[in-house]
T-cell receptor, first 112, second 111 residues
Framework: NAGVMQNPRHLVRRRGQEARLRCSPMKGHSHVYWYRQLPEEGLKFMVY????????ESGMPKERFSAEFPKEGPSILRIQQVVRGDSAAYFC??????????FGPGTRLTVL | QQQVKQSPQSLIVQKGGISIINCAYE??????FPWYQQFPGKGPALLIAIRPDVSEKKEGRFTISFNKSAKQFSLHIMDSQPGDSATYFCAAEGGANNLFFGTGTRLTVIP
């Protein structure tokens, strides 16, 4: 039973480019969460999705960030026009009913 | 505003000793409190979790103690081993399904 999968594991972008991060939840899980972790800090909630619906996006920056979880395929976190401050580790978690949440290995985004 | 406060920031323990990490929260709506273990370059892994209707939960060498009236909970690692060296995060959730994490404790167990 594969765990939560994220790709790419490492992503390098120049300022102004777009970053697309993908997350495939565990089998049977329909709840997906995205968190951001800055160096030496804890994880900060960004967005909670169920299939085709955004349930809670209270942690998402108002501009440049968007997320989706289509009926088919992985969840996508999209960051447009990246800036250096977007450099962080982005983790996806999934759950069957809300908790527990199981985390993927993360995508480490570096903005040059 | 930090919803969950965690201490200490770092901890060094001798092999075989007890590691204790403390967390405190303010929001009484929180009703689920997990602990996660994270190794460098990896995602957080669920270690153990508790609900506020019990005061203690034990799984192997790991124990959560929960004090509802004080709004505090702690992780105890008995017989700490070098392989336990990692960063530990407490978290809390209260119906909204998103976890609020503490700032982490970097544990080093020296042989």
């Amino acid at each position: 039973n594969a765990g939560v999968m994220q790709n790419p594991r490492h992503l390098v972008r120049r300022r102004g480019q777009e970053a697309r991060l993908r997350c495939s939840p565990m089998k049977g899980h329909s709840h997906v969460y995205w968190y951001r972790q800055l160096p030496e800090e804890g994880l900060k909630f960004m967005v909670y999705l169920q299939k085709e619906n955004i349930i809670d996006e209270s942690g998402m920056p108002k501009e440049r960030f968007s997320a989706e979880f289509p009926k088919e395929g992985p969840s996508i976190l999209r960051i447009q026009q990246v800036v250096r401050g977007d450099s962080a580790a982005y983790f996806c978690a999934s759950s069957r009913t809300g908790h527990p949440q199981y985390f993927g290995p993360g995508t480490r985004l570096t903005v040059l | 505003q930090q919803q969950v406060k965690q201490s200490p920031q770092s901890l060094i323990v001798q092999k075989g000793g007890i590691s204790i990490i403390n967390c405190a929260y303010e929001n009484t709506a929180f009703d689920y409190f997990p602990w996660y273990q994270q190794f460098p370059g990896k995602g957080p892994a669920l270690l153990i979790a508790i609900r506020p209707d019990v005061s203690e939960k034990k799984e192997g060498r790991f124990t959560i103690s929960f004090n509802k009236s004080a709004k505090q909970f702690s992780l105890h690692i008995m017989d700490s081993q070098p392989g336990d060296s990692a960063t530990y995060f407490c978290a809390a959730e209260g119906g909204a399904n998103n976890l609020f994490f503490g700032t982490g404790t970097r544990l080093t167990v020296i042989p």
